[in-house]
């Protein structure tokens, strides 16, 4: 895992101040990575786009390094206006770098262009003219490099070259639809040394992070692995594919549990699947969520005592279950019990609604709806992680998986970001698999927290095979590819 911080700007100052190394050598350091990854591209001409702060700083020290490799053109959009900028705009000048202040869009386009209008440190919306300008540039065909994150959240980069350490502020929503491939450049500091001085905010998943459920018991049988009940609602075909994910991940038995509300008699089921009325005696986890609508209270308390009755309890809650009134109540029943295992699994617009049900029954915390709101959740990454951190502290025996563009969990106080969820997986059942997956691997004996990280960058893997952008990924594809 990578460590990801969400104050850059102080974990740099406390490594200059710790190490010494002075502004000047971060700023050539962050250059110097940059003109090696550009050169590395073959370049016959390449546009830089220069703020007035350190980002435009590292633009001219790149055009420097540059300046014999390929014809280079630096955008100047306002006089520097910091020490390192300054100087390093001085010495393009002296070394006669070609330098404008107009934006034209040249007659032959460039091979690349470089984003280094603006970085991490940037608040509030672009101006129009710089919006138009970026709007030019996104529609030329080449090669497109942001310098720490693209400007604005509106250049549209390939690459984005981020410095010093890992950034929230990079895997927001937005910033996921236009930060392509980020690469991470050191300043001249070992990472370990550079990290050290500040805690993380969170960890980045890396598919190393994965513990797949592989049989390495040569004497195992089907008990071995654990026995997994998905609840059947009204919408029972979700439920049919949650239960269907669970067994292609390892699940050694799996039942569909029929309540009052299904109707599993619409399908066509495979054999493998079983079905019963009511949970089984050696019942491992269950899944409830997929197709939930409208369940009895009555029905509801059986499901609950289970979990309160039975050794190694383990609960994956989904879906429907966010439109419960009293999920705050359960939550906090089910918490009670040493040992039990939950994860949740809302996207963004059942998160709002957990939010808006935590905001009443804890008043004492004098949450604000605005900073979690789908929008705001979405925008912010820091959002996502303040969320997680309450809601570990009233509930600990809960692991929260924040579905989205890029999915959050928050366990035990912590956030772990997967980074590697892809466009495809925007369809109906996507998040029925999900949960089957988690289910099974909790009723395998997984931690929450070790189920969570596995099961939701192998789901992001197992689109990344169907294909980001494949318009026809199904939830059957995503379970063969599991």
């Not at 939950?342 to 935590?358: A, G, R, V």
């Not at 029925?432 to 997956?437: E, H, Y």
Request: charged share 20%; aromatic share 6%; hydrophobic share 40%.
């Amino acid at each position: 895992m990578q460590k990801v911080f969400i104050q850059a700007a102080e974990l740099e100052k406390l490594s200059k101040e710790k190490f010494s190394i002075p502004p000047f050598l971060m700023m050539e350091n962050a250059a110097r990575k940059m003109a090696d990854f550009i050169i590395s591209k073959n370049p016959e001409s390449v546009l830089i786009l220069c703020g007035k702060g350190n980002n435009g700083g590292d633009g001219y020290a790149l055009a420097r390094m540059l300046l014999d490799k390929c014809q280079v053109l630096v955008y100047c959009q306002e006089s520097p206006n910091t020490q390192e900028a300054q100087v390093q705009y001085q010495m393009c000048i002296k070394l006669g770098v070609k330098i404008v202040t107009d934006f034209i869009l040249p007659e032959k386009k460039p091979s690349v262009i470089v984003d280094c209008l603006y970085g991490i440190g940037f608040h509030g919306n672009l101006k129009e003219p710089i919006k138009k300008l970026l709007d030019q540039v996104n529609q030329i065909d080449c090669l497109k490099v942001a310098c720490d994150i693209p400007s604005g959240l509106y250049f549209k980069a390939d690459y984005t070259i981020t410095m010093g350490e890992e950034k929230t502020s990079l895997y927001s929503d937005p910033a996921k639809a236009v930060c392509g491939q980020i690469i991470l450049a050191d300043l001249g500091i070992p990472r370990n040394l550079f990290e050290s001085t500040k805690t993380a905010d969170a960890y980045l998943i890396e598919e190393t992070d994965l513990k797949l459920p592989q049989r390495t018991n040569p004497a195992a049988h089907k008990g071995t692995y654990g026995h997994t009940c998905v609840i059947a609602g009204q919408k029972s075909g979700a439920a049919i594919i949650a239960a269907s994910a669970a067994l292609h991940f390892g699940s050694g038995l799996t039942s569909l549990i029929k309540t009052s509300e299904s109707n599993l008699e619409q399908f066509k089921i495979s054999p493998q699947l079983m079905i019963a009325d009511s949970i089984p005696a050696k019942a491992s986890a269950l899944v409830i969520g997929p197709g939930f609508a409208g369940q009895s209270d009555k029905e509801l308390r059986v499901f609950i005592n289970w979990f309160k009755n039975t050794n190694k309890s383990a609960l994956v809650l989904d879906a429907g279950i966010f439109s419960l009134e009293n999920l705050c109540s359960i939550l906090e029943e089910l918490n009670k019990l040493d040992g039990g295992r939950i994860i949740l699994t809302p996207h963004l617009s059942e998160c709002q609604k957990l939010f808006s049900k935590i905001k009443e029954s804890h008043q004492e915390l004098e949450l604000s709806d605005e900073e979690f709101s789908v929008k705001n959740l979405a925008n912010s990454a820091e959002s996502k992680i303040k969320l997680g951190k309450i809601f570990n502290q009233l509930y600990p025996n809960t692991t929260l998986v924040m579905k989205s563009a890029n999915t959050f969990i928050a366990s035990g106080g912590q956030t772990y970001i997967c980074k590697d969820g892809v466009q495809s997986l925007a369809k109906g059942g996507s998040g029925d698999v999900l949960a089957g997956m988690l289910g099974s691997l909790l009723a395998q004996g997984y931690s929450c927290l070790d189920a969570a990280i596995t099961g939701v960058e192998e789901h992001a893997i197992a689109a990344k095979k169907i294909g980001n952008e494949a318009y026809d990924l199904s939830p059957e594809k995503l379970i063969e590819n599991i």
